[in-house]
T-cell receptor
């Protein structure tokens, strides 16, 4: 079974600085997708960024980028120029491209932005 | 276009009662999945429906059931409520079934409190 591990329960960063959230996963599959979701106090799960395992190029979305290391099964999220609105729980998630298609989530990292 | 819509947003039920939660996916999306989020267990997959068929089910007792209608709207039902069923229930929709190259979008959730 696939597992997703987020080893940082809480992180904090000064506004306008850069922060990196860590995620590792375990799978025997080669074709899968990885996601970072943000869950603000409203509790809606908002997609931040998506990475396809077969693509070597790291995904980027404005101030958000990932460092995807397939061999190491590592998928970290970098947030540049942190803003107060970035404060939220961040979840790393995995989904296989075939077979048992359900999202497997990590336990989350609570990110605090310090003004 | 409108996102994933869940109703009701908040509800309080008594132990032993049953509850029905509703989810309207993004227009054109045919896959709907449900997740339960609790502080202790994190995010856990309940089930997934595609074209009115349940394709996958998580490790939950038979008290948890669901269905999908021809317009892709989905309902989940929990019978004989227990205190431990208190949780945020998140619905997600995607264009195709499961992983299959999809991006999965979430609703705002339904907060269920069992007293």
């Amino acid at each position: 079974a696939q597992t997703v591990t987020q080893s940082q329960p809480e992180m904090s960063v000064q506004e306008a600085e850069t922060v990196t959230l860590s995620c590792t996963y375990d799978t025997s599959e080669s074709d899968y997708y990885l996601f970072w979701y943000k869950q603000p106090p409203s509790r809606q799960m908002i997609l931040v960024i998506r990475q396809e395992a077969y693509k070597q190029q790291n995904a980027t979305e404005n101030r958000f980028s990932v460092n995807f290391q397939k061999a190491a099964k590592s998928f970290s999220l970098k947030i540049s120029d942190s803003q107060l609105g970035d404060a939220a729980m961040y979840f790393c998630a995995y989904i296989s491209n075939f077979g048992n298609e359900k999202l497997t989530f990590g336990t989350g990292t609570r990110l605090t932005i310090i003004p | 276009k409108a996102g994933v819509t869940q109703t009701p947003r908040y509800l309080i039920k008594t132990r032993g009662q049953q509850v029905t939660l509703s989810c309207s996916p993004i227009s054109g999306h045919r896959s709907v999945s449900w997740y339960q989020q609790t502080p202790g267990q994190g995010l856990q997959f309940l089930f997934e429906y595609f074209s009115e068929t349940q394709r996958n089910k998580g490790n939950f007792p038979g008290r948890f059931s669901g269905r999908q209608f021809s317009n892709s709207r989905s309902e989940m039902n929990v019978s004989t409520l227990e205190l431990g069923d208190s949780a945020l229930y998140l619905c997600a929709s995607s264009l195709k079934a499961g992983g299959a190259g999809n991006t999965i979008y979430f609703g705002e959730g339904s907060w269920l409190t069992v007293v």
